[in-house]
């Protein structure tokens, strides 16, 4: 399984942005993904899981704020970011599972298989 992201860049306090996570692989929509961040510094934290069936979880840092969303006819998974604030600031990743189960909770990086190369969202106060 491969995953490409797009999107990200540089926004002001109170913008938008739009992430994008393209995968390969024949039974997308078998798979548990995520979007994870790591700023510079601290450790990696799951931002928003979405399962295969559409259940999805948001860290309370985020929540009302960002929406995860998919798209299994194209294979993509989407993250949208309102009202960013500075201390979104960070390298975000997709990740998914591939359809390969692993124990853990959504918001372990260890629940996932595979990840994409990241895409840096700065936010300016």
């Known amino acids: 399984v491969q995953l490409v992201e797009s999107g990200g860049g540089s926004v002001q306090a109170g913008g938008s942005l739009r992430l994008s996570c393209a995968a390969s692989?024949?039974?997308?929509?078998?798979?548990?993904m995520a979007w994870f961040r790591q700023a510079p510094g601290k450790e990696r934290e799951g931002v928003t899981f979405?399962?295969?069936?559409?259940?999805?979880n948001y860290a309370d840092s985020v929540k009302g704020r960002f929406t995860i969303s998919k798209d299994n006819a194209k294979n993509t998974l989407y993250l949208q970011m309102n009202r960013l604030k500075p201390e979104d600031t960070a390298m975000y990743y997709c990740?998914?599972?591939?359809?390969?189960?692993?124990?853990?909770?959504?918001?372990?990086?260890?629940?996932?298989?595979?990840w994409g190369q990241g895409s840096q969202v700065t936010v300016s106060s």
């Open positions: 990740a998914t599972d591939g359809g390969i189960r692993r124990s853990g909770y959504w918001w372990t990086p260890g629940r996932f298989n595979y």
């Open positions: 692989g024949s039974t997308y929509n078998r798979y548990d």
């Open positions: 979405i399962s295969s069936y559409g259940g999805t």
